[in-house]
């Protein structure tokens, strides 16, 4: 598992993401090449405060007609596959 970190380029209104994981396999003796992955960074003046257990609708201006609709009671998992208790 390898794991991609873009915070060394966070600035006070851009954010990259860190702790990405990305499987790979390392093959002994062999040219063992990783996908390459680009990191976008994120405007930190457009985030969502999602708070567990709570309902929630996620939207961007950027993106028109977006809408993520978290309803009440739903379980939501992070990258290391635990539930999200705080927000």
Do not use: C, R, Y
């Amino acid at each position: 598992m390898l794991l991609i970190d873009g915070h060394t380029n966070n600035t006070a209104q851009f954010e990259f993401p860190s702790a990405i994981a990305m499987p790979v396999m390392i093959v002994n003796g062999q040219d063992n090449k990783a996908l390459t992955s680009f990191i976008q960074k994120v405007d930190t003046t457009k985030f969502t405060t999602v708070i567990p257990g709570q309902a929630a609708t996620v939207t961007n201006p950027d993106i028109a007609n977006f809408s993520l609709n978290i309803p009440s009671g739903a379980t939501l998992f992070g990258w290391d596959g635990m539930p999200v208790t705080a927000p």
